[in-house]
T-cell receptor
Framework: DQQVKQNSPSLSVQEGRISILNCDYT??????FLWYKKYPAEGPTFLISISSIKDKNEDGRFTVFLNKSAKHLSLHIVPSQPGDSAVYFC?????????FGAGTTVTVRA | KAGVTQTPRYLIKTRGQQVTLSCSPISGHRSVSWYQQTPGQGLQFLFE???????NKGNFPGRFSGRQFSNSRSEMNVSTLELGDSALYLC??????????????FGPGTRLTVL
């Protein structure tokens, strides 16, 4: 049972424009959300997180928005750069265990 | 501070064999989790160990097992390998944030190919 869903398997964006990645979850017990970035042949690296008591967290070019009522979060990357081309995983935590989405492959076009 | 290390990085086995993968967490991290990544499936949680005890377990058959040692290093074992076990196996060590949330840091993974 997939509790975290990323419905867009891929996203192509022009360099300099905004990338918006979406994630939906079903478990209302999730209280902490994270985004990871993964390059081929490497493990996922932590990007940004947000607690359920907030609705927005910003770190440089990366902003995560959380809408608890809709059980939806999104990651905005502005401006997108070629080095952002990777697979992005959304994850949610209900204390100890992380549940991951299937990932969205982002391709930034020059 | 050294990151999470996993050995070996690549492994080729045949059906029916068994395999043991190793993970060394970040120094000071006591929790280690294992995940399986296959194309289109994201990261599927296998199990988590904390202080040498399995604390959480995912929905995998009993052929998948693990253990943690007193120095927090962890191993996972897969017995009677099947073709479908071919995947990237990721280990993550965890720390608690100031807000008491679980934050995981991943190793580079072990790519297992079953022929």
């Amino acid at each position: 049972d997939q509790q975290v869903k990323q419905n867009s398997p891929s996203l192509s964006v022009q360099e300099g424009r905004i990338s918006i990645l979406n994630c939906d979850y079903t478990n209302s017990m999730f209280d902490y959300f994270l985004w990871y970035k993964k390059y081929p042949a490497e493990g996922p690296t932590f990007l940004i997180s947000i607690s359920s008591i907030k609705d927005k967290n910003e770190d440089g070019r990366f902003t995560v928005f959380l809408n608890k009522s809709a059980k939806h979060l999104s990651l905005h990357i502005v401006p997108s750069q070629p080095g952002d081309s990777a697979v992005y995983f959304c994850a949610a935590s209900d204390n100890y265990k992380l549940s991951f989405g299937a990932g969205t492959t982002v391709t930034v076009r020059a | 501070k050294a990151g999470v290390t996993q050995t070996p990085r690549y492994l080729i086995k045949t059906r029916g064999q068994q395999v043991t993968l190793s993970c060394s967490p970040i120094s000071g991290h006591r929790s280690v989790s294992w995940y399986q990544q296959t194309p289109g499936q994201g990261l599927q949680f296998l199990f988590e160990y904390f202080s040498e005890t399995q604390r959480n377990k995912g929905n995998f058959p009993g052929r998948f097992s693990g253990r943690q040692f007193s120095n927090s290093r962890s191993e996972m074992n897969v017995s009677t390998l099947e073709l479908g076990d071919s995947a990237l196996y990721l280990c993550a060590s965890s720390r608690r944030t100031s807000g008491n949330h679980n934050e995981q840091f991943f190793g580079p993974g072990t790519r297992l190919t079953v022929l």
